[in-house]
């Protein structure tokens, strides 16, 4: 994305913003394209390090909104504030709460196969030798066992899923904090 077609999308997402809050934001991000080509960096390069305009519009207005309503305290503020935060939120809730409930119910699914599968595997390791199975009693212990250790290792695996998926959350609520905090703070 080049220098001016980052700038236009910031401006189109700003819209609503007094002139003078939009003029300030795109000259500060005017200043980060001058430091990039001074560094050396393309354009798209440093469009992409900065990230996507319209998701920036959005907060910087969220942002904007919350600073207002610490400034003025009044009930319009208020309103403003709490509808940027909202669109904010609602934003990524309507992209991410599908995704998530895909994912969640999944990990159930899998999380309740391994429950049932190592339960399977006691049973024919504690019952398997007095049935008569193909190949011995041997064959039932050692195929009762290596259900077990196999709903084990499934289970350990989806632990360490569960982890890093809450790990990312946690990771991308923290995006979003820094716009809370001052509004939070107060």
Known sequence: MTRQAFIARLREGLRGLPPQAIAD?????????????????TEAEVA????????????????????????????SSAAAAVFAVLGLGAIDILILLPILMTVGATLFGLIIAVIAVFFAGGVVF??????????????ALLAGIGLMAGAASGGAVLSLVSIGIINALVWYGRLHYRLLKPALQS
């Open 126 to 139: 504690a019952a398997g030798p007095f049935m008569d199975p193909p190949g011995g009693a041997i064959t």
């Open 25 to 41: 934001i795109v000259a500060d991000y005017d200043t980060h394209f001058a430091d990039g080509a001074a560094a050396g960096r």
């Open 48 to 75: 992409e390090a900065l990230g996507d305009p319209a998701r920036l519009a959005r907060e910087l207005h969220a942002e904007s909104t919350l600073t207002r309503w610490k400034e003025e305290r009044s009930p």
